[in-house]
């Protein structure tokens, strides 16, 4: 009597860290005080959780009543910890017996009235719940989100009076169950394009290593197209893939959609976004677009309109595959493995060496409209391809029916995703320099002609080692172990933009 522990979770990055709310009721002058680093919205939890109880008719105790958030020096925010307070309080004044609690963990804002409202990262609280052995439960419009989770008990609220009710032994709450299955978006088709064979080409060897492509060419030759179909030739997410973009999105606070969570996203912000919206911030930490790309496709169409600082922000995520924002009271880690697909006008007015539209530009234009993007991050984008406008021959020739569609280029990039699994545990555009030297070393021939490109097209030692993963990737979509002339050739005729790089 007058002590009760209630375990919650509290949300820094993508992590569900365990929050331990005492409550302690003591003589002296009446009163509710809140402890452990809460930000506004926790400290204000008192007055919803006093409207609550006495519209849930509980008595609010007339005693002197301090609530600690432990530990004391994790931030708390959000009204996530509405619920367990009131439990807490409840528990301490012998309302509800405290004597099961220690098997669940709580989330949710108390409105007014005693009804719970949703809340953000109910995803990853509630596999943190499940490795704990705990019961979580959840407001009824986060049970979707939760029931993801496979292995986790789950049970959802419409109020306090419920969850009291199935803590005194009466009436059980209801488990969370996922709506339905997956149901796969009907996804835009490559064989839609017409013509641009090189350009699918470099879209099939981009996907089946995981490497970044930038597609450099005028106005409407199909470079936002190409771009759009990338994630349906991209191989299925396995489970903790899904899991772990589910948990970003949640975190974000856009809510998981259970019908569409197992889909690689597809991210394409618009060239005014902030570096903020790109890589994420705020006073109070967010996921950007590559965190919200996670698993998925980074796609910046018009990529000289970018602001430069804002895309030199890319350069670490592109290698590191996760971006860490720090801020004076905290520091949240968000992953960012994201495939980078760009597309460009070779000039201001898009005309630039385009024979059938004669280019209004001057060369110092050009020259300042591709400096624009620097030489530092081109480094990075392992394929820069010029793509030509397509002909009217081309468009009458070509139709739909007669090329590859998605599904078929599908199978091939899984083979030989399959491949690179089998023999280094992961794709292509990850390898390190240690299974470079064991998968990548070209033959002789292939040797003697990457020195010559080093050479003649000043490429870093960057470049030369995104060229190797590149032929490895090339020779695997062949199902050939070792890595020919043939292989360095393609990979070479993928980086000719590196010249013009200022």
């Known amino acids: 009597m007058g002590l009760a522990q209630v375990h919650s979770r509290a949300q820094r990055g993508i992590e569900a860290l365990p929050v331990a709310i005492e409550v302690d009721l003591a003589n002296g002058l009446p009163g509710l005080s809140i402890v452990g680093l809460p930000e506004t919205a926790v400290k204000e939890s008192k007055e919803r959780v006093r409207s609550a109880l006495a519209n849930s ?15 004391a020096d994790l931030p708390k925010e959000g009204g996530r ?19 099961a609690l220690g098997n669940y963990e709580f989330l949710g804002e108390l409105a007014l009235g005693g009804t719970l409202r949703p809340v953000n990262g109910v995803l990853p609280a509630c596999l943190r719940a499940r490795d704990q052995g705990r019961t979580l439960v959840v407001p009824r419009e986060n049970a979707a989100e939760a029931a993801l989770v496979d292995g986790a008990d789950v049970r959802v609220a419409d109020n306090l009076l419920q969850v009291c009710a199935h803590l005194q032994g009466g009436n059980a709450l209801e488990r969370a169950l996922a709506d339905g299955v997956c149901t796969p978006l009907a996804a835009a088709c490559l064989s839609d394009v017409r013509g641009q064979h090189r350009a699918k080409r470099a879209l099939e060897v981009a996907a089946s290593g995981g490497h970044s492509l930038l597609f450099v060419g005028p106005p409407g030759a199909g470079k936002s197209m190409l771009a759009s179909r990338l994630p349906g030739i991209l191989p299925p997410m396995t489970q903790d893939e899904a899991l772990q973009t589910a948990a970003v999105v949640s975190v974000g606070g856009n809510g998981v959609d259970p019908a569409r969570w197992r889909q690689r996203p597809y991210r394409a912000p618009h060239h005014t976004a902030s570096g903020v919206a790109l890589v ?32 030199e922000v890319l350069r670490e995520p592109l290698e590191s595959g996760h971006i860490t924002i720090s801020r004076a009271a905290m520091q949240a880690d968000y992953p960012a493995a994201f495939q980078l697909i760009c597309a460009m006008n070779p000039c201001p007015c898009g005309y630039h060496g385009d024979p059938r539209r004669a280019c209004r530009c001057t060369i110092e234009q050009v020259l300042r409209y591709r400096g624009k993007v620097s030489g530092p991050l081109l480094d990075r984008i392992d394929l820069q391809l010029e793509v030509e406008a397509v002909s009217p021959a081309e468009l009458r020739a070509n139709a739909p029916r007669d090329s590859e569609t998605s ?17 280094q545990g992961y794709a292509n555009h990850a390898l390190n320099s240690r299974d470079m030297e064991r998968f990548c070393q070209p033959d002789a021939g292939g040797m003697e002609l990457l020195e010559q490109a080093m050479e003649r097209l000043a490429l870093s030692a960057r470049a030369y080692h995104r060229i190797l993963r590149l032929a490895r990737t090339i020779a695997d979509m062949a199902e050939e172990k070792s890595v020919s002339l043939a ?3 393609e990979a070479i005729g993928y980086r000719t933009l590196d010249r013009q790089a200022p």
């Open 57 to 71: 008719n509980y008595a609010f105790p007339n005693r002197r009543i301090t609530i600690n958030l432990a530990p």
């Open 81 to 99: 910890f509405d619920l367990g307070i009131a439990l807490g309080v409840l528990a301490a004044s012998g309302q509800i017996p405290d004597e």
């Open 280 to 311: 994420g911030g705020g006073s109070t930490p967010r996921p950007g677009e590559i965190s919200l790309a996670h698993n998925g496709v980074l796609f910046l169409d018009e990529l000289p309109e970018f602001d430069r600082r804002v895309l």
């Open 407 to 423: 599904e078929q280029v599908r199978e091939r990039v899984i083979r030989t995703r399959e491949i690179q699994w089998q023999r």
């Open 487 to 489: 292989h360095v050739s």
